[in-house]
Every structure is written in structure tokens, then in C-alpha cells.
């Protein structure tokens, strides 16, 4: 064995060495973690849903103001919905031939936007149908199906986001085990 093909089986040891210190160290870490930080090698990072999404915009939109009213009366509820989004969804439901989308009724009428459950119905399926990810599903939310695409609803995105991250911090803290209550 060459003097270079010993330094290089050396640098490869050192590497495997220093790679499963490692390791090992963020396992064992793991492993033993203090309790009062709500961590073990079974813990699960919390995760946002679908649900918590249409949360956030809901929030954004009105704090869940069911009677709110914007941009000059022709944004109502507490998604603050158009005339022209109760059309798209009822024409989306009737493409479908079923309620695929929704549990909701099989068509909306505008007074549904003053209703928080049929509201979140309606944006659940205008989103399920359009789709994309939450960012997208959000910027389409404020913008229209392309609103994803449009630098306009950027801003709205990240307001959504930072709501989401709110909610975010409160699952940690609502499934730290040392924040539960006993009775």
C-alpha cells in the first residue's frame, strides 16, 4: 500500500469515525432529553393540517366574524366571500354531479356566506378542487384559481403563514406532556 492510499484509507476512517460520533451523539441526545423540554425518541413533531389552514384564513379574513362585511359590502362572513366565489363553487359541485368536494348542500345561495359552517364548506371545496400546496391554496383564497401566480397575494400569504406559525407554537406548547392538567 502506497504512502497516499494509507492516508486516504486514514481519512476515511477519521470520516466513518467523526460521522458516527455523530450519530450517535444526536441519538443519545434524543434518547435522554430533559422532560421539562417535552422530548423523547417517540415524540412527534406537532404538524398543520388542511383544517388549521382554512383556520389561519378564516382568522386573516375576520378572526371568525361571521358577520363581518368588507371591500364595500361585497365581501361577507367570516371568509369574507364574493358573489362571484359562491358561483365558482356551485359550478364546480354541479361539474362533479355529486357533493365530491363537500359535505355540504348540494348548491350555496349568497346568504350562505354569513353561515361560518357552510362559509368554511364553500373554501374547502373551492381549495380541494383547485388544490395545491397551502401557499398556493391560500394565495388562490384572496386572488382567484390563478391568484397563486399573481405578486399581489404574496402579502396575504404571508400574513396567513404567520398565523399559521402562531398555531404552530400553540400544538408544541398543547402537546408539551408537562403542560397537561391533571383533575
Known amino acids: 500500500m502506497t504512502a497516499k492510499e494509507k492516508q486516504a484509507a486514514q481519512l476515511t476512517t477519521v470520516c466513518i469515525l467523526a460521522l458516527g460520533t455523530v450519530l450517535f451523539g444526536v441519538w443519545f441526545s434524543r434518547l435522554f432529553s430533559p422532560p421539562e423540554l417535552g422530548l423523547s425518541a417517540h415524540a412527534e413533531a406537532p404538524v398543520l393540517t388542511f383544517e388549521d389552514l382554512l383556520d389561519a384564513?378564516?382568522?386573516?379574513?375576520?378572526?371568525?366574524?361571521?358577520?363581518?362585511?368588507?371591500?364595500?359590502?361585497?365581501?361577507?362572513?367570516?371568509?369574507?366571500?364574493?358573489?362571484?366565489?359562491?358561483?365558482?363553487?356551485?359550478?364546480?359541485?354541479?361539474?362533479?354531479?355529486?357533493?365530491?368536494?363537500?359535505?355540504?348542500?348540494?348548491?350555496?345561495?349568497?346568504?350562505?356566506?354569513?353561515?361560518?359552517?357552510?362559509?368554511?364548506?364553500?373554501?374547502?371545496?373551492?381549495?380541494?378542487?383547485?388544490?395545491?400546496?397551502?401557499?398556493?391554496?391560500?394565495?388562490?383564497?384572496?386572488?382567484?384559481?390563478?391568484?397563486?401566480?399573481?405578486?399581489?397575494?404574496k402579502e396575504y400569504w404571508l400574513t396567513v403563514k404567520a398565523r399559521m406559525d402562531e398555531q404552530l407554537k400553540v400544538k408544541v406548547v398543547n402537546d408539551n406532556p408537562r403542560n397537561a392538567t391533571t383533575d
Open 57 to 153: 384564513i378564516e382568522w386573516v379574513e375576520s378572526k371568525g366574524d361571521a358577520t363581518a362585511i368588507g371591500d364595500f359590502g361585497a365581501a361577507v362572513g367570516s371568509f369574507q366571500i364574493h358573489k362571484i366565489f359562491v358561483d365558482d363553487v356551485n359550478r364546480i359541485m354541479r361539474l362533479n354531479h355529486t357533493d365530491k368536494y363537500s359535505d355540504g348542500p348540494v348548491q350555496y345561495d349568497y346568504m350562505d356566506r354569513q353561515r361560518r359552517a357552510s362559509s368554511r364548506w364553500m373554501v374547502r371545496t373551492y381549495l380541494k378542487y383547485y388544490g395545491g400546496t397551502f401557499e398556493e391554496m391560500a394565495r388562490k383564497v384572496n386572488g382567484g384559481p390563478t391568484g397563486h401566480k399573481k405578486e399581489s397575494t
